[in-house]
C-alpha cells in the first residue's frame, strides 16, 4: 500500500515540477543546442489587411481604440478596419458607425451568440490576404501590423502572434500577479517559436492567412482552435516578440480567475476538437509542446491534489523527507491564506499574492475543465471592465473553514515534529 501511494505521489510530483520548471528548462536547453529557425522577414512584405476588431459592450475604449486604428503606420489603400459587435447595446455600434467615412466598416451580429460567431460572419465577408485578430482594449504601436506581416513572407507561416502586453502590472497585487505570469508565458512562446510553432494565438494581436480560416463552431475558442487548425493544415506559428500591443489587466484577483476559468473551459473543449495535434507521430515536436504547455497544465490541480495527499500519508508513515515536504506545503497554504484575507488591497507583499494566484489560478483552471467534460461551455463573455471587483469578506462559515483549517495543519505539523 505505501509502496503504491509512495510511486503515485512521486509521479504526480515529477509532473508538477515538469510543467512549470521542466518543461522551460528543456525549451532552454533545446534552444541552446538547436539554431533558432532562420525567419523570411521582408520589410517590404505589405499584403492586404483586415484588422477585426471583437466587441461587446465596448463603449468605454472604443474611440481610443478605432482612433489608434487609424493611426497604424500601414498604407491605408492596404488597411480594412472592421469593428464586430456581438450584439452590443451600451452604444459601441453607434460610436463605430462615427467612423464610417474613415472607412470603419461595423459587422454586426443580432442576439449575443458569441464571439466566434461574429468572427465567422466576418470572415465570410473577408477579402483580405491577412486578417488580424484584436480586442477593442488592446492598443496596437504604430508598426504593430507591419512587424505582425513582414514574417507571411515566408509561405510556411500560417499564423502569426504579436506580444500584449500590460500597462498596469504595478498599479496592485492582482495586476502584478498577472502581469508575472504573463512574463513567463512570452519566455516560453518565445521559445515554443524559435523551436516549432507558439502553441495558440492571443485574441488581443494574432494574424492569419485568411484562406487558411476554417469556420468554427460557436463554442470554441477562436485564438486557440484557430491556429491548431492551422497547424492541422501543414503550416507553422510564429511568435513576433516586436508586433506589440497594450492592455490593462482585469485589475482584481476575482476577475483574472473568472477569466482563467473561461479561457480553460472553452480550450480544453477545443483541444478535443483538434486532438490530432497531439499525436507526435503526426506533428513531431509540436505535440509535445502542446501537451507540454497546455493539457499536463490543465490538469496541474488533479497532479497537486494526488502529490499533497500522498506526502501527508506518507509522512505520517514515518518517510522523513515528506514530513518536511507537507511542511513546506503547509506553509505555503498559509502564505495564499493570507494573500486571500489581503486581496481587497491595493499592494500586498509577493510572498502573499504569489501563492494566493497560484492556487486560485489552479482552481479555477480544475472548474473550468470539470465544466466543459459536463458539456457546459462558456460561449459569450463580458469585458472584465464592465463590474466593479469583488471585495473580500468573510462569512461566518468562511471564518469557520480557516479556523478549522489552520487548527488541523498545525495539529498535524506539532504532531510530525515532536
Not at 100 to 107: F, N
Not at 173 to 194: C, F, G, P, R, V
Not at 362 to 388: C, D, K, M
Amino acid at each position: 500500500m505505501t509502496t503504491a501511494i509512495l510511486t503515485l505521489t512521486l509521479i504526480s510530483m515529477f509532473l508538477v515540477v515538469y510543467v512549470y520548471i521542466g518543461y522551460p528548462l528543456v525549451l532552454l536547453l533545446l534552444s541552446k543546442l538547436k539554431k533558432a529557425k532562420p525567419r523570411q522577414q521582408d520589410e517590404n512584405h505589405m499584403p492586404s489587411v483586415s484588422l477585426m476588431v471583437s466587441c461587446y459592450n465596448e463603449i468605454d475604449v472604443i474611440h481610443e481604440k478605432l482612433a489608434n486604428a487609424l493611426a497604424l503606420d500601414y498604407p491605408k489603400d492596404k488597411l480594412n478596419i472592421v469593428v464586430i459587435s456581438d450584439g452590443s447595446d451600451d452604444g459601441t455600434d453607434e460610436a463605430a458607425k462615427q467612423y464610417a467615412d474613415q472607412g470603419i466598416k461595423l459587422i454586426r451580429q443580432e442576439g449575443r451568440l458569441g464571439k466566434t460567431s461574429a468572427i465567422n460572419m466576418a470572415m465570410a465577408e473577408c477579402q483580405s490576404e491577412i486578417v488580424v485578430f484584436s480586442d477593442a482594449n488592446a492598443m496596437y504601436q504604430a508598426d504593430a501590423i507591419k512587424k505582425l506581416v513582414r514574417n507571411f513572407k515566408d509561405d510556411a507561416i500560417g499564423y502569426v502572434v504579436g506580444a500584449a502586453l500590460y500597462t498596469d502590472g504595478k498599479e496592485n497585487s492582482a495586476a502584478a500577479s498577472e502581469d508575472l505570469y504573463w512574463q513567463y508565458e512570452i519566455a516560453l512562446k518565445t521559445m515554443e517559436s524559435n523551436l516549432h510553432s507558439v502553441v495558440g494565438g492571443d485574441g488581443a494581436i494574432y494574424a492569419i492567412r485568411s484562406n487558411l480560416y476554417i469556420p468554427l463552431d460557436a463554442k470554441d475558442i477562436n485564438d486557440f482552435v484557430n491556429p491548431m487548425q492551422i497547424i492541422q493544415q501543414g503550416y507553422s506559428g510564429l511568435f513576433e516578440p516586436e508586433a506589440i500591443c497594450l492592455e490593462e489587466t482585469a485589475g482584481n484577483f476575482e476577475k483574472e480567475y473568472k477569466r482563467k476559468q473561461r479561457i480553460v473551459n472553452r480550450s480544453f473543449r477545443g483541444l478535443m476538437k483538434v486532438k490530432s495535434v497531439l499525436n507526435p507521430f503526426k506533428f513531431g515536436f509540436f505535440s509535445f509542446e502542446v501537451i507540454s504547455h497546455k493539457l499536463l497544465r490543465w490538469f496541474q490541480p488533479v497532479f497537486l491534489a494526488i502529490f499533497a495527499v500522498g506526502s501527508v500519508y506518507l509522512a505520517f508513515a514515518g518517510i522523513g523527507i515528506f514530513k518536511y515536504i507537507t511542511a513546506l506545503g503547509v506553509a505555503f497554504l498559509w502564505l495564499a491564506q493570507i494573500g486571500y484575507l489581503r486581496s481587497h488591497r491595493q499592494h500586498i507583499s509577493t510572498a502573499f499574492f504569489v501563492p494566493y494566484y497560484f492556487i486560485m489560478v489552479n482552481f479555477y483552471s480544475l472548474l473550468g475543465v470539470l465544466t466543459a467534460l459536463r458539456g457546459n461551455i462558456q460561449v459569450t463573455w463580458s469585458t472584465p471592465r464592465s463590474s466593479n471587483g469583488d471585495v473580500v469578506r468573510l462569512s461566518a462559515a468562511k471564518k469557520t473553514v480557516l479556523l478549522v483549517f489552520n487548527l488541523i495543519t498545525f495539529g498535524a505539523l506539532y504532531y510530525l515534529f515532536q
